[in-house]
């Protein structure tokens, strides 16, 4: 039995649906990171699994009992708010051990409680305090204390980094991560921040206008992901683009050409894919460390450098291929992100050339599902 399951979930504001009929599943000690753009329904799903939103249909069981028509103090979830929800009034101590308090746990229980999940945590130096003598990084570790200390069932996050500087979010991801393992928690994680999904998740659900776009580990998202719009979330920078026609296709083969390049590109279908008729609207994707330095029998694409970002150990240069332009693209000047993990030492305006190697391109049916990868 799943630990967590969300039965054909339908919530309506209104005339207005935010979330359509989702279903999935989650395993006790998982990780699953709900990802998806602005509005896609990510907050929703989660508030209505903590009880924060009434339903319109659908059931949301844990352990097998659907618990969605419960208080929410009654669901065995706790959830931790991006904006810590701590009460200012009160010490760390008293935020951490109130609702095992309110629920009528005796003194020395919620001590011990409130002990262990600051040991966790590396707060124990903060325990007196009130919120507002700490940092934003220690606010949010007691908010996660608060939710530790009543051992729920499931622990919900929604976008709890967000409010952190880089350095410290990067920490946090860390220590996240250590604390899913140390507790073998099941956790439900909200945010718009891929890098936080690719680098928590055990899976990730992609939303996208209130319906599941795909669900998968990390990895099966990146390297196969369902559809145009899971690739191009997935991926920072973010996969590059070409519009491009279907000529023949053959034997599990399909030709590709694009305007202002020339060739075309010769690309093995994925299994079961439907080839593309001639002449139909495809879209080749290339991720930006998949661009090749040498012709590998596919697309050269000769252009000049736009941008150049310095990392260090690496590159990122986002190249302006003149006539040829990537659609959709992070820049939205339509150039090409490429990335090299090594220095590259050249500037603004010199020329830069890099292929296409058909092996390594993604491609988008009229449909914009996937037909290879
Ligand atoms: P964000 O990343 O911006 O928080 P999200 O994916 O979490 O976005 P939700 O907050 O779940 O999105 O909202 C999903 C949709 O439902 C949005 O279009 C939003 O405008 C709408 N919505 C959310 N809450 C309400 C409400 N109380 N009344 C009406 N519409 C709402």
């Not at 630990?3 to 309506?12: F, Q, T």
């Not at 996240?176 to 659900?205: C, F, K, N, P, W």
């Not at 020329?351 to 996937?370: K, S």
Request: glycine share 10%.
């Amino acid at each position: 039995m799943p630990h967590l399951e969300i039965k054909n979930l339908v919530k309506k504001y209104g005339d207005f649906t935010a979330v359509k009929d989702v279903s999935f599943a989650v395993e006790q000690g998982e990780f699953v990171v709900m990802v998806g753009p602005s509005g896609c329904g990510k907050s929703t799903l989660l508030r209505s699994i903590a009880g924060l939103e009434e339903i319109s249909s659908g059931e949301i069981c844990i352990n097998g009992r659907d618990i969605s028509r419960d208080e929410p103090s009654d669901r065995g979830v706790a959830m931790v708010f991006q904006n810590y929800a701590l009460y200012p009034h009160m010490t760390v101590r008293q935020n951490m051990g109130f609702a095992l308090k309110i629920a009528g746990a005796p003194k020395r229980e919620v001590n011990e409680a409130v002990e262990r999940a600051a040991a966790i945590l590396r707060i124990q130096e903060q325990l007196d305090k009130r919120p507002k003598a700490l940092s934003g990084g220690q606010k949010q570790r007691v908010a996660i204390g608060r939710a530790i200390t009543r051992s729920p069932d499931v622990f919900l996050f929604d976008e709890p980094l967000s409010n952190l500087d880089a350095a410290l979010r990067s920490q946090m991801r860390i220590e996240l991560g250590r604390l899913h393992t140390e507790l073998g928690a099941t956790m439900v994680y909200v945010t718009h921040d891929q890098t936080e999904a690719m680098t928590m998740a055990s899976r990730i659900v992609v939303l996208h206008d209130g319906i599941i776009e795909q669900i998968g580990t990390p990895l099966d998202l990146y390297n196969e992901p369902h559809n145009r719009f899971v690739a191009g979330f997935l991926g920072s920078p973010r996969m590059n683009f070409i519009e491009a026609r279907a000529e023949q296709s053959r034997e599990g083969m399909v030709s590709v050409s694009a305007p202002g390049l020339d060739g075309s590109l010769r690309i093995k279908l994925k299994a079961g894919a439907d080839a593309p008729a001639p002449g139909e609207k495809v879209t080749v994707g290339v991720r930006p460390e998949a661009f090749g330095e040498h012709d590998a029998g596919g697309w050269t694409i000769k252009g000049s450098i736009a941008v150049i970002e310095s990392l260090g150990r690496e590159t990122l240069v986002y190249l302006d291929g003149g006539q040829v332009r990537a659609t959709d693209s992070e820049s939205h000047e339509g150039y090409f992100a490429v990335h090299r993990t090594r220095q590259i030492t050249a500037r603004h305006g010199d020329g830069l050339t890099v292929t296409v190697d058909p092996n390594a391109v993604f491609l988008f049916g009229p449909d914009d599902e996937t037909i290879a990868f």
